[in-house]
């Protein structure tokens, strides 16, 4: 078995529409960042590549190179998901823990968590996203942006 954890953080822009987990959140400012700023998919995908030793989401997707731009985050995470199986594992589970004061996770958790569970090919029990206010302190509190931190189990295919 791995574990891996997990981080991403993103500031808010309001010229983007806010996705999380590959789930659009409208009436909500999107999230800064060269691919689509889904950084919950990215905390996910650093928790899949963490397990692995694989480094992070920029060695394998590096900012600034165009063929990222503007990516869709869960086609990354459907990537590294190969990578995964390729090296004789598959997930077992995933945890998501997104701290902000907007959006409020609580209204699409269930919604990012079906789509996970089908990126990642596991059961939807095996996927869990909270959110997290940060009782309005540092960054997060004053709705600056979005933190999200993920933990990754994988287990042998074998």
Known sequence: MRI??????HSF????????????????PGLSGFSDGDA??????????GAMCLGD????FPPGDERWRDADSIGLLRRVV???HQ???????????????????GLVAEQIRRTL???LEVDFDCVSVKGKSNERMGWEGR???????????LRDDG
């Open 143 to 153: 709705r600056e942006g979005v933190a999200v931190y993920a933990v990754a189990f």
């Open 117 to 119: 569970a089908g990126v």
């Open 57 to 60: 989401i920029g060695r394998h």
């Open 82 to 84: 190969l990578l995964v």
């Open 13 to 28: 822009d309001e010229d983007r529409d806010c996705i999380l987990g590959g789930v659009s959140i409208p009436g909500v």
């Open 40 to 49: 919950l998919s990215h905390a996910v995908t650093d928790a899949l590549l």
């Open 4 to 9: 891996g954890f997990g981080y991403d953080s």
């Open 87 to 105: 090296a004789g594992y598959r997930v077992g589970n995933v945890d998501v823990t997104v701290v902000c004061e907007t959006p409020t996770i």
